[in-house]
């Protein structure tokens, strides 16, 4: 599977692009297969609305990409164990 380091929404967004042109898709096709409008993933792909991550999730599950959030180096907060 492959994977998107994003450490902005925005970087979420140029990705969505490049992953579903390396697919060979339209936005047109994206969008009807999670149910939204072509002008919907546009605006997504363009990040001019406010990201809602779960669909943006069901893009990158229908495209076959897995997400990889990555944290800063540092922070103050002790570390979360592993799931």
């Known amino acids: 599977m492959a994977k998107v380091h994003a450490r902005k929404a925005r970087d979420l967004s140029s990705a969505l692009v490049a992953v579903r042109r390396r697919r ?18 546009g605006d997504l792909e363009s990040g001019e609305l406010g990201l809602q991550v779960s669909r943006l999730m069901r893009l990158y599950g229908e495209l076959g990409v897995g ?17």
């Open 24 to 41: 060979g898709w339209s936005q047109a096709e994206i969008a009807d297969r999670i149910g939204v409008s072509r002008d919907y993933v």
């Open 67 to 83: 997400v990889v959030l990555t944290l800063p180096e540092s922070t103050d907060e002790p570390e979360a164990p592993h799931a």
